[in-house]
């Protein structure tokens, strides 16, 4: 599922985004729901469905009053590339690629085996 397919969005090794081009390496990305939404990716009907089920509108992302809080959408990497990873004591050092973000990594880090039974 994670791995680019024709008509996919994605990002190239220069984080420049376009339409999957077969033999390029490129790295799949998923959309980011905001007021400008872009439905026809084959991820849409999972996306149409959460936002359903949420009972939220793409357009609800438009703040007319805050403009500067409005969020457009985009996209975002599909997975999460953690390089340079080291563990020295109580230091956890590591590298991202671009649009990632640390605490979702962090999170992974010191989640319990057992969320669920752990109360999260």
Known sequence: MFNPQEGD?????????????????????????GYSYY???????????????????????YLKEIQELSNEGGYRNSSI???????????ISFSLSRGSFATIVLREIIKPEDPIRSGF
């Open 81 to 91: 590339i953690c390089s340079d990873h080291s563990v020295n004591d109580n230091i």
């Open 9 to 33: 969005v994605c990002f190239d090794k220069n984080g420049i985004l376009g339409k999957y081009i077969k033999g390029l390496e490129q790295k799949l990305s998923i959309p980011l729901v």
């Open 39 to 61: 439905k026809k990716t084959r991820f849409d009907y999972y996306t149409s469905k959460i936002l359903e089920y949420e009972e939220i509108n793409p357009k609800d992302f």
